[in-house]
């Protein structure tokens, strides 16, 4: 099906803030997922032996099958970005495709 195919999409509207998270923690129930971003800081000067600290920065909560239709929806986006720019490093994702 081409871009031409596609019905239009209605407008986006909404106060949502854009945030950044460099962690992703991901939890779910019998009904449904949920993805807790997070952004990690490095541990304090003279902490001594403390682990980093990460803050929430958002959570989303989804159906399974909402969250398995974006596999391939996220596959094609990086797959045309990787087209455009070169390979994406993501160090053990060939490790972590499949259980």
Not at 70 to 82: F, G, K, N, S, T
């Amino acid at each position: 099906m081409s871009d031409e195919d596609q019905p239009a999409q209605p407008p986006w509207t909404g106060p949502a803030g854009r945030e950044y998270s460099n962690v992703l923690r991901i939890t779910g129930g019998p009904f449904d997922v949920m993805l807790i971003f997070g952004l990690q800081q490095p541990a304090p000067e003279g902490a001594g032996q403390h682990e980093p600290e990460v803050g929430e920065v958002a959570r989303i909560s989804m159906s399974w099958g909402h969250a398995k239709s974006m596999i391939p929806l996220l596959a094609r986006v990086v797959a045309d970005y990787e087209s455009k720019f070169g390979e994406v490093p993501a160090p053990g994702f060939e490790n972590n495709w499949r259980a």
